[in-house]
């Protein structure tokens, strides 16, 4: 337990200590990492934990990347910058998730898709929001006497900020609740029999993932300084999805890893060739195929995984 | 007069469009009622349609030929997908299948771009019908009209084909329980392939159809996708007439909404499946969920 915590805070200094070691581009390359793998983490809360695979997280990290963008135009504060891109993307999942909790399996993942897909017929047509432009020139939060235009103290609030988020869903896992949700994977129907109210359940995780994804939409439209509605396409939730998968579904933390595979080679190989999404469709069919478990999965000699 | 008008014009575009649905729904609704996998791939094979139509025309300057072939081709390559990729992984539950899908859609539309270029190709519409009409004083390509009555002919022959010959008794009896079929002595393995098979060549068949109407490009797949989805969400999975159905009512929906509300209008199709899914979650004519 110990050794556990002593490498998690060894992780975060690491983390946080990276600039004076690393040139501009690995430390831009770390923290695309640290906004991915929040992101995924969030996404393996639904699929790994409560089985809810769903194809439509993008939506709460646009709509948290539009909100901060919108609110960081107005004034550069927490509000603007943290509480309202996760109160909206809370509201936005409670929506989407009462629709579509009312249905599991395959329908689940059809009503994700196509309510995420909605949020960018949206935008892409929203002339407020800059249509397929989207906006740009969106200041980063300077509050609390942090003024994270500076390099420097971007990277620090990232990092603690996204450790926060990741040891607050390691929390949620391991919680009662966390286990809960686990039994609802197992068996949905055994759970609801002995009296947990499933439906509630299922939903506030759902609400969960999606202030976390919300939180990381905020972060990305800051590091990036723009948002365009491609934040909600598809691609943007398949990536998520790809990288839960390459570290394993329900290891949260190899959500993390899978991240760092997955924007580590796509720099890597977008300097070698153009044909980067007929590699990650490959990556995609090939994991599927012969390593369901991912690769923390794969290492752990772990063979078939719970459907 | 000319509000009428323009709602008649309007009608047809959207009937139009309506059919275009049908025969991508059409597919995707058989394919899970068999296999139980949502196929997100389905729109590359209608994408696949259309490029292998452009290239048949290029090559052979018949549209009729391309329109023929083409559908052939994307079931061979149905064929290929459901035996090398899909049939590993039927013992092991619907969603890999369904993730296994999803990676579909990239390799496709990435290979798309790589033979044929990502900028936008036009598909002309073949010479019989590349004017237009006038029906009632409204004016309307003619190509569209050939486009309303292959679809509704197509409907009227999977219809008859589903419900009146052996052939589609075998593929009922295996959408109603696989199982059971297999202890008929029904070799499933096969059907499933068939119809995996069929599935993939009636996307390609509206694949080329939808080329002089939208013309061809990588992203077309994926964009077809959704409103597919919503087709089989409104008119429920698993059934012929909700295809049709949830078809008629999305095409009506999206085209009159880009037509009346051009600021909103893609999303009066989401509030179409909200309003169905609150009302019956399982689809127009879906079987009881779970």
Same mark, same amino acid.
């Given at each position: 337990?110990?050794?556990?915590?002593?490498?998690?805070?060894?992780?975060?200094?690491?983390?946080?200590?990276?600039?004076?070691?690393?040139?501009?581009?690995?430390?831009?390359?770390?923290?695309?990492?640290?906004?991915?793998?929040?992101?995924?983490?969030?996404?393996?809360?639904?699929?790994?934990?409560?089985?809810?695979?769903?194809?439509?997280?993008?939506a709460?990290?646009?709509?948290?990347?539009?909100?901060?963008?919108?609110?960081?135009?107005?004034?550069?504060?927490?509000?603007?910058?943290?509480?309202?891109?996760?109160?909206?993307?809370?509201?936005a999942?409670?929506v989407i998730?009462?629709f579509?909790?009312?249905?599991?399996?395959?329908?689940?993942?059809?009503?994700?898709?196509a309510f995420s897909q909605m949020f960018y017929a949206v935008t892409f047509q929203a002339a407020w929001l800059?249509a397929?432009?989207?906006?740009?020139?969106?200041?980063?939060?300077?509050?609390?006497?942090?003024?994270?235009?500076?390099?420097?103290?971007?990277?620090?609030?990232?990092?603690?900020?996204?450790?926060?988020?990741?040891?607050?869903?390691?929390?949620?896992?391991?919680?009662?609740?966390?286990?809960?949700?686990?039994?609802?994977?197992?068996?949905?129907?055994?759970?609801?029999?002995?009296?947990?109210?499933?439906?509630?359940?299922?939903?506030?995780?759902?609400?969960?993932?999606?202030?976390?994804?919300?939180?990381?939409?905020?972060?990305?439209?800051?590091?990036?300084?723009?948002?365009?509605p491609?934040?909600f396409?598809?691609?943007?939730?398949?990536?998520?999805?790809?990288?839960?998968?390459?570290?394993?579904?329900?290891?949260?933390?190899?959500?993390?890893?899978?991240?760092?595979?997955?924007?580590?080679?796509?720099?890597?190989?977008?300097?070698?060739?153009?044909?980067?999404?007929?590699?990650?469709?490959?990556?995609?069919?090939?994991?599927?195929?012969?390593?369901?478990?991912?690769?923390?999965?794969?290492?752990?000699?772990?063979?078939?995984?719970?459907? | 007069?000319?509000?009428?008008?323009?709602?008649?014009?309007?009608?047809?575009?959207?009937?139009?469009?309506?059919?275009?649905?049908?025969?991508?729904?059409?597919?995707?609704?058989?394919?899970?009622?068999?296999?139980?996998?949502?196929?997100?791939?389905?729109?590359?094979?209608?994408?696949?349609?259309?490029?292998?139509?452009?290239?048949?025309?290029?090559?052979?300057?018949?549209?009729?030929?391309?329109?023929?072939?083409?559908?052939?081709?994307?079931? !061979?390559?149905?064929? &290929? +997908? *459901? $035996?090398?990729? =899909?049939?590993?992984?039927?013992?092991? @539950?619907?969603? %890999?299948?369904?993730?296994?899908?999803?990676?579909?859609?990239?390799?496709?539309?990435?290979?798309?771009?790589?033979?044929?270029?990502?900028?936008?190709?036009?598909?002309?519409?073949?010479?019989?019908?590349?004017?237009?009409?006038?029906?009632?004083?409204?004016?309307?390509?003619?190509?569209?009209?050939?486009?309303?009555?292959?679809?509704?002919?197509?409907?009227? !022959?999977?219809?008859? &084909? +589903? *419900? $009146?010959?052996? =052939?589609?008794?075998?593929?009922?009896? @295996?959408?109603? %329980?696989?199982?059971?079929?297999?202890?008929?002595?029904?070799?499933?393995?096969?059907?499933?392939?068939?119809?995996?098979?069929?599935?993939?060549?009636?996307?390609?068949?509206?694949?080329?159809?939808?080329?002089?109407?939208?013309?061809?490009?990588?992203?077309?797949?994926?964009?077809?996708?959704v409103p597919?989805?919503i087709?089989?969400?409104?008119?429920?999975?698993?059934?012929?007439?909700?295809?049709?159905?949830?078809? =008629?009512?999305i095409?009506q929906a999206e085209t009159f909404g880009k037509a009346w509300l051009p600021g909103a209008s893609m999303l009066i199709i989401y509030l179409v499946m909200a309003l169905v899914?609150?009302?019956?979650?399982?689809?127009?004519?879906?079987?009881?969920?779970?």
């Open positions: 337990m110990i050794v556990r915590w002593v490498a998690v805070a060894a992780l975060i200094v690491g983390a946080a200590v990276f600039p004076a070691f690393a040139g501009k581009y690995p430390v831009k390359l770390l923290q695309e990492i640290l906004i991915w793998g929040i992101f995924a983490m969030s996404l393996d809360l639904l699929m790994g934990y409560a089985g809810m695979v769903s194809l439509g997280h993008s709460f990290f646009g709509v948290g990347g539009y909100v901060a963008a919108l609110a960081l135009l107005k004034s550069p504060g927490v509000a603007s910058g943290l509480l309202l891109p996760a109160a909206a993307a809370a509201l999942a409670l998730g009462y579509s909790i009312r249905v599991s399996g395959v329908y689940f993942i059809m009503l994700t898709l800059g397929e432009d989207g906006i740009v020139g969106v200041p980063r939060l300077n509050a609390l006497g942090l003024d994270t235009a500076k390099p420097l103290a971007f990277h620090l609030y990232l990092v603690v900020l996204i450790a926060v988020g990741a040891l607050a869903l390691f929390r949620i896992v391991r919680s009662p609740f966390g286990r809960v949700l686990r039994g609802i994977h197992e068996n949905e129907a055994r759970m609801e029999a002995v009296g947990y109210a499933v439906d509630r359940y299922k939903l506030l995780a759902f609400v969960i993932a999606g202030t976390v994804a919300g939180v990381a939409g905020s972060l990305y439209t800051q590091f990036v300084g723009s948002i365009t491609d934040a396409l598809w691609t943007t939730s398949g990536e998520a999805l790809l990288m839960v998968i390459i570290g394993g579904t329900g290891t949260l933390a190899g959500s993390m890893l899978g991240a760092a595979a997955f924007i580590l080679l796509q720099s890597l190989v977008s300097s070698y060739t153009e044909r980067w999404m007929l590699i990650l469709g490959l990556t995609f069919i090939l994991l599927v195929l012969f390593a369901p478990g991912g690769v923390v999965g794969a290492l752990r000699g772990r063979v078939g995984i719970r459907s | 007069m000319p509000f009428l008008l323009d709602l008649f014009a309007q009608a047809l575009n959207g009937l139009s469009y309506g059919v275009l649905l049908f025969l991508l729904s059409v597919g995707l609704t058989l394919i899970f009622g068999m296999l139980d996998v949502v196929n997100l791939a389905h729109g590359s094979f209608y994408m696949l349609g259309a490029y292998a139509g452009l290239t048949l025309i290029a090559a052979s300057g018949s549209f009729w030929l391309a329109l023929a072939v083409a559908p052939l081709v994307v079931g !061979v390559i149905g064929v &290929l +997908i *459901e $035996r090398s990729c =899909l049939r590993p992984l039927y013992w092991r @539950g619907p969603l %890999d299948q369904v993730l296994l899908t999803f990676g579909l859609i990239y390799l496709f539309e990435d290979l798309v771009k790589w033979i044929w270029g990502g900028r936008i190709r036009s598909i002309p519409p073949p010479d019989l019908f590349s004017g237009s009409v006038t029906l009632w004083g409204a004016t309307v390509p003619s190509y569209r009209m050939f486009v309303i009555a292959f679809g509704l002919v197509m409907a009227m !022959v999977l219809w008859l &084909l +589903i *419900e $009146r010959t052996r =052939l589609g008794a075998i593929i009922r009896a @295996g959408v109603f %329980d696989s199982e059971m079929a297999a202890g008929m002595g029904i070799n499933v393995d096969r059907v499933f392939t068939g119809v995996f098979a069929f599935g993939a060549g009636l996307a390609g068949l509206s694949g080329v159809i939808a080329g002089p109407i939208q013309s061809a490009q990588p992203p077309m797949g994926a964009t077809i996708l597919a989805l087709v089989v969400v409104v008119g429920g999975l698993g059934s012929l007439k909700g295809s049709l159905v949830g078809s =008629l009512i095409g899914l609150l009302l019956r979650p399982q689809g127009l004519f879906g079987r009881a969920l779970k």
